[in-house]
C-alpha cells in the first residue's frame, strides 16, 4: 500500500487537529488514513476505525482516542464548540463547551474534577458505551454514568445548534444521554429546566467547580424560580401567571422574556421551565460566582457579549431584605419601611439599618381580639385591607379556586390571613403568617392587600385626607411665596450675576467665608483649572461602569456607591465614585477633594484621574486598586493570613511616608482627618495609598493647628482633643495613624472593640497587655515568629506612643518614620492612651460585631457625622 496522502484528497476531513492542516470541515465521512498508514507501517492489525462529520463523532470498535487536548468540535451554525480549555488565572484544564468567544463557556463536564498541570486529556466513548473523560494516565475523571448501555458499538456523541452534548446510537439516532440533563451554570435555548434539577454557579472566574449558588424551581402549584445561596433563598422571581413572572419588574416590557414557557406534568408533580430566543438572536442566562443571574445578549455588530440584564440592581433584589412585613423599595431612603399599620420588632437596629428583624403588628386585628372579648363590644367592626399597587408579592403564596370576588371574603374568614390578592393567569392567593420580600416597584408587579385592624384603617383614612389638606395649604403657600423671592433675587442679584464669569467655585480651610486670603486659601477653582483636571462627561462614564449596573459595584460609602470602570478609550481600569444625591457631601466637600487629591503626587496617595459634575451628579474617577481596601484583608479571618508580618510592616511604612508628604513635603500643608482602614488601598503589588481627601484641610505655612465647630471622621480614630473640642493638627493624624498600626498587629477594629471584664476600648487592651508583658495575646498569631518579636514590639510601643492622650507627647510623622527604620534610635517610654475605657460616645456609634469582617466600600467616603 503507498502512502495514503498521495491518494488523500485536498479538502476532505473535518476535526481542527493540527497534525492535519489539509482537511477541511464540511466532508461528512472521512478515514483516518494518516494513522491507518502508520498503524499497517508498523505491522499492527489495526482494532479501531474512528469516523467523524462536522459536528459527530462516533466509533465503531473498542477504547480508542476521540477528541485529544488540542482538538475542538463545533456545531453546524458554529455557534458552539467543545474541546478543553483553561480558565482565567488558572492551570487545570476542563472539558467544556463555549458560546461564541472561549472566555464565555457555558457547560463544563468535569466541573468538580480537573485535569492539573495535564494536556493529555481525551474525550472518548468507554467500553460500556459511557462519554468519559481520561487524564494523561488513563484514568477516567468524568463520565456521562448510564446503566442502561452495554457497549460503545455503533455509538456516537454530537454538537448540536443549541449547544447541548448528545450522546446517540448511531443507527437509529435514539439519544442516550446529553448535556443539558447535567447542566452548569446556563439555561440555553430549548434547554428544559425541570423542577428537579439545579444550575450551580462556579466557584470563582477561575474555578468552575461547583458554587454556593444554584437556581430552582419551587411553588409547584405557583411556580417561582428561585436563586438559592447554600441552603437559604437568596432570590426569587415571584409567581409565574402564564406569560411573565409577576416578581419581575421590568419582564413586562423587555421583549427577552418573551419566549419563556411553563408546562406541568401532573403525573410526576413537576414543572418544566424552557425558552426560545430566535426571534431576539442568541441569548444565554448565566449564573456568576456571587449568585446573580444575568442575560447574556451577543451582537452580531461589535461581536462581543452585551450584558443586558441582571437579578440584582439593587439591595431591595436580595430575598427578605427588609425582614418580615417589612417593604423595600430601591428609590427610597431608607430604602426598607414596614407596611402600614406595623412598626419596628427592634427599633434600635432597626435605626442602624439592620432591617432583617422586620416588622410587627401595631395593634392586634379585630379578630384576634374577638377572641378574648365579646363580640357585642365591638359591634359590626371587622378587619379591613389597604392596598399596595405595583409591588413584588410575598413568598408562601396559598392558592384557592375562589373566584376574585370572594378571594377578600376567604381571607377576611380565615383569622390566620394577612393578606391576599388575585391576579388573572393565577388566580387567588393568600398568606398566612409573616409577609416577607415585599418589594416597591415603580412600574409592573401587582396589588397586594394587607389585613389592618379597623381601628388602624380610620387612624389611616383620617390621615390620608388631612396630608391632602396640608399639602395642598402649604404647596399654595410655597408657590406664593417662591413667586415673590424670585423677584426679590431677580433686583438684588443683577450685579453679581453681571461678573458671574469671574468666578465658579471658592474654597478654603475652616475660615469663616470672609476671610480669603491668598496664602492659606486654594482659592478660585476656574474653569480652565478645571479642564487641567480632566473633566469627564456623564456619558463616558456611564459607558464605562455599563451603566453604574450593579455587577461593577465595588462598595458603598456614606456618601454613595463605587463602581469599577473600565475606559473605551485606552481600556484603562478605573474606580468612580458616585455621590449619592441624598448624601450629606455638598459640592463644598467634592470640590475640595478635587483640588486637594489633584495637587498631590505620592506613590502612597491614591491617584485622582478627573472629575464630573453633570445632570446634578457630583463624580469622581480614581485609579482602580485591584485589592481593594486594607480592612478587607486584616479584619477579615480568611484573608489576614495573605499579609505575613513582612507585608504588614511594608504596609505600616507606606502609611507613614504618605502622611509625612501630606504634613511636610507637599507644596501645601494638608491634615486628612479621616485615616482608617478602609482609607487605605492596595495595590496589585499590596502598596498601600491613602484615599478619601473629602475632609481634608489645607493649613497656611505658619499654621499649626485650627478649630472647628462641625467634628468629621469617624469615632475610634479621632484623637481626643478634636472629638472632645473641634482642635485638629497633624497630630490628629498621628494619633489615627497609631490607632491604625495597632489594628494592623491586632487584627480586630478599635471601632468594636470591647473587653467586658475591664470595659477596655482596644486601645485601652493594648497597653495593659504591653504593660504586663503579654503581646502574644494583643498580635495575630499568624504573624508572629521568633525572628520578627523584636520588630513587632517596637512597633507596638511606636503605636503607643502615637495614640498619647496629650497631642504634645505624640510624635511627629518624620519621627515615627525615623523611629520605624532605625533599631539603634531609642524610643521614649509610653504614656497611657486616650480613649482607655469604653466612652459614652462609642455608645453612641453603630457598634460592628468581630464576624462583620468585610469592608462595605472599596474607596471609602466618610459621613459628616460621627460614627
Not at 379585630?366 to 389597604?386: R, V, W
Amino acid at each position: 500500500m503507498n502512502n495514503p496522502k498521495e491518494h488523500f484528497p485536498a479538502n476532505l476531513p473535518i476535526l481542527k487537529d493540527k497534525n492535519y492542516e489539509n482537511w477541511c470541515k464540511h466532508m461528512k465521512v472521512f478515514f483516518f488514513y494518516q494513522d491507518l498508514w502508520n498503524i499497517l507501517k508498523n505491522g499492527v492489525t489495526p482494532i479501531v476505525l474512528v469516523v467523524a462529520t462536522s459536528n459527530t463523532i462516533s466509533s465503531s470498535s473498542s477504547s480508542q482516542q476521540l477528541m485529544k487536548d488540542n482538538e475542538t468540535l463545533s456545531s453546524n451554525n458554529g455557534n458552539f464548540t467543545l474541546g478543553f480549555f483553561t480558565p482565567q488565572n488558572s492551570t487545570s484544564r476542563y472539558v467544556g463547551i463555549w458560546c461564541k468567544t472561549q472566555d464565555f463557556v457555558v457547560w463544563v463536564a468535569n466541573r468538580n474534577k480537573p485535569l492539573v498541570n495535564d494536556s493529555s486529556g481525551v474525550l472518548t466513548i468507554s467500553n460500556d458505551g459511557n462519554l468519559v473523560v481520561l487524564n494523561g494516565q488513563k484514568h477516567v475523571i468524568w463520565s456521562s454514568s448510564l446503566t442502561n448501555v452495554t457497549s460503545k458499538l455503533n455509538s456516537s456523541f454530537t454538537l448540536s445548534d443549541y449547544g447541548s452534548l448528545i450522546l446517540s446510537v448511531t443507527t437509529t439516532g435514539d439519544k442516550l444521554w446529553e448535556s443539558f440533563q447535567q447542566p452548569s451554570n446556563a439555561l440555553l435555548p430549548t434547554m428544559t429546566f425541570t423542577s428537579n434539577m439545579n444550575f450551580t454557579s462556579w466557584k470563582t472566574l477561575s474555578d468552575p467547580s461547583t458554587g454556593s449558588f444554584s437556581i430552582r424551581i419551587k411553588r409547584s402549584k405557583i411556580p417561582e424560580v428561585f436563586i438559592w445561596n447554600g441552603t437559604r433563598p437568596y432570590w426569587r422571581s415571584g409567581p409565574w401567571n402564564n406569560q411573565i413572572f409577576i416578581g419581575i419588574q421590568d419582564m413586562g416590557t423587555l421583549f427577552q422574556f418573551n419566549g419563556f414557557h411553563f408546562n406541568r406534568d401532573s403525573t410526576s408533580g413537576t414543572v418544566d421551565l424552557s425558552f426560545e430566543a430566535d426571534d431576539y438572536g442568541l441569548l444565554i442566562y448565566a449564573l456568576n460566582p456571587q449568585g446573580e443571574l444575568h442575560e447574556n445578549s451577543w451582537s452580531t455588530e461589535e461581536e462581543k457579549w452585551n450584558d443586558t440584564w441582571t437579578t440584582h440592581r439593587s439591595d431591595c433584589d436580595v430575598y427578605g431584605f427588609c425582614g418580615p412585613f417589612g417593604i423595600c423599595n430601591s428609590e427610597g431612603s431608607p430604602i426598607c419601611s414596614c407596611l402600614e399599620g406595623f412598626e419596628a420588632r427592634n427599633l434600635q437596629e432597626w435605626n442602624k439599618k439592620n432591617w432583617t428583624n422586620g416588622c410587627v403588628r401595631k395593634k392586634l386585628l379585630q379578630c384576634e381580639n374577638a377572641k378574648n372579648q365579646s363580640n357585642s363590644s365591638h359591634g359590626n367592626k371587622t378587619d379591613s385591607f389597604l392596598n399596595l399597587s405595583t409591588v413584588k408579592v410575598p413568598d408562601f403564596a396559598e392558592l384557592s379556586s375562589n373566584e376574585q370576588d370572594e378571594c377578600k371574603n376567604q381571607c377576611l374568614m380565615n383569622c390566620s390571613c394577612t393578606a391576599y390578592t388575585y391576579v388573572a393567569g393565577i388566580g387567588c392567593m393568600s398568606w398566612n403568617g409573616n409577609l416577607i420580600d415585599i418589594q416597591q416597584f415603580q412600574s409592573g408587579g401587582t396589588d397586594l392587600y394587607i389585613r389592618v385592624p379597623y381601628d388602624e384603617l380610620q387612624v389611616s383614612d383620617k390621615g390620608h385626607k388631612g396630608t391632602i389638606i396640608i399639602a395642598v395649604s402649604v404647596s399654595i403657600g410655597i408657590i406664593l411665596i417662591v413667586i415673590v423671592a424670585y423677584f426679590i433675587w431677580i433686583k438684588a442679584s443683577k450685579p453679581e450675576r453681571e461678573n458671574k464669569h469671574h468666578t465658579i467655585f471658592h474654597f478654603n480651610k475652616i475660615e469663616k467665608p470672609e476671610e480669603h486670603s491668598s496664602e492659606n486659601v486654594i482659592g478660585e477653582l476656574s474653569q480652565a483649572k478645571l479642564q487641567e483636571l480632566l473633566l469627564f462627561n456623564f456619558e463616558k462614564l456611564a459607558t464605562a461602569t455599563n451603566n453604574f449596573h450593579s455587577s461593577n459595584k465595588l462598595g458603598q460609602g456614606g456618601f454613595g456607591p463605587v463602581y469599577k470602570g473600565i475606559l473605551q478609550d485606552d481600556g484603562k481600569e478605573i474606580a468612580v465614585k458616585r455621590l449619592s444625591r441624598s448624601s450629606g457631601q455638598g459640592l463644598e466637600e467634592f470640590m475640595n477633594e478635587v483640588v486637594v487629591i489633584s495637587k498631590l503626587q505620592h506613590r502612597n496617595l491614591v491617584r485622582l484621574l478627573g472629575c464630573c459634575i453633570e445632570r446634578n451628579e457630583k463624580m469622581l474617577m480614581y485609579e482602580f486598586m485591584t485589592n481593594g481596601s486594607l480592612d478587607v484583608y486584616i479584619f477579615d479571618p480568611s484573608r489576614n493570613k495573605l499579609l505575613d508580618w513582612e507585608k504588614r510592616f511594608s504596609i505600616i511604612e507606606g502609611i507613614a511616608r504618605g502622611l509625612l508628604y501630606l504634613h511636610r513635603d507637599s507644596r501645601l500643608k494638608i491634615i486628612h482627618r479621616d485615616l482608617k482602614a478602609s482609607n487605605i488601598l492596595l495595590d496589585e503589588e499590596m502598596n498601600p495609598k491613602i484615599s478619601d481627601f473629602g475632609m481634608a484641610r489645607i493649613f497656611g505655612v505658619s499654621e499649626d493647628h485650627a478649630n472647628t465647630q462641625r467634628i468629621v471622621g469617624t469615632y475610634g480614630y479621632m484623637a481626643p482633643e478634636y472629638a472632645m473640642q473641634g482642635v485638629f493638627s497633624d497630630k490628629s493624624d498621628v494619633f489615627s495613624f497609631g490607632v491604625l498600626l495597632i489594628e494592623i498587629i491586632c487584627g480586630r477594629r478599635n471601632s468594636s472593640f470591647y473587653e467586658h471584664e475591664n470595659s477596655l476600648t482596644l486601645l485601652g487592651f493594648a497597653w495593659t497587655q504591653w504593660r504586663e508583658g503579654k503581646i502574644l495575646c494583643l498580635m495575630e498569631q499568624e504573624i508572629y515568629d521568633d525572628s520578627n518579636h523584636k520588630d513587632i514590639l517596637r512597633c507596638i510601643h511606636i503605636g503607643l506612643l502615637c495614640v498619647q492622650e496629650s497631642a504634645v507627647y505624640r510624635p511627629t510623622m518624620a519621627t515615627v518614620i525615623s523611629m520605624l527604620n532605625s533599631e539603634i534610635m531609642e524610643l521614649p517610654p509610653a504614656r497611657q492612651p486616650a480613649f482607655l475605657l469604653m466612652q459614652n460616645m462609642m455608645n453612641t456609634v453603630c457598634s460592628e460585631e468581630r464576624n462583620e469582617v468585610y469592608s462595605n466600600n472599596a474607596v471609602s467616603i466618610t459621613d459628616l457625622h460621627g460614627r
